[in-house]
Nanobody, 113 residues
């Protein structure tokens, strides 16, 4: 069982920046972030493998950057040029190459003036 501890959400004005962090209690192949806005399905934001291969949703490319620490247990999401449509609950994910994984409890990101 891997436990995930998220931090870094909050309220920011449009055009601002936030950094999300997620610390895992164990090693997994892929870590990343998903988000869910009210009335919408949960969607991929970005993922990164233990080898450093990244994947981004088109809507965040060029604005968000995902990274992972050397130990591989903590993943970061640097979010720049935030827009109101980025408002959502952001969930950390950690999973294995063969499938299956774990979810964090979610952290609220609100982009509003």
């Amino acid at each position: 069982q891997v436990q995930l501890m998220e931090s870094g959400g909050g309220l920011v004005q449009p055009g601002g920046s936030l950094r999300l962090s997620c610390a895992a209690s164990g090693n997994t192949f892929r870590m990343g972030w998903y988000r869910q806005a009210p009335g919408k399905q949960r969607e991929l934001v970005a993922t990164i493998t233990s080898g450093g291969v990244t994947n981004y949703a088109d809507s965040v490319k060029g604005r968000f950057t995902i990274s992972r620490d050397n130990a591989g247990n903590t993943v970061y999401l640097q979010m720049n040029s935030l827009k109101p449509e980025d408002t959502a609950v952001y969930y950390c994910y950690a999973g294995y190459s063969y499938g299956g994984g774990y979810w964090g409890q979610g952290t609220q990101v609100t982009v509003s003036s």
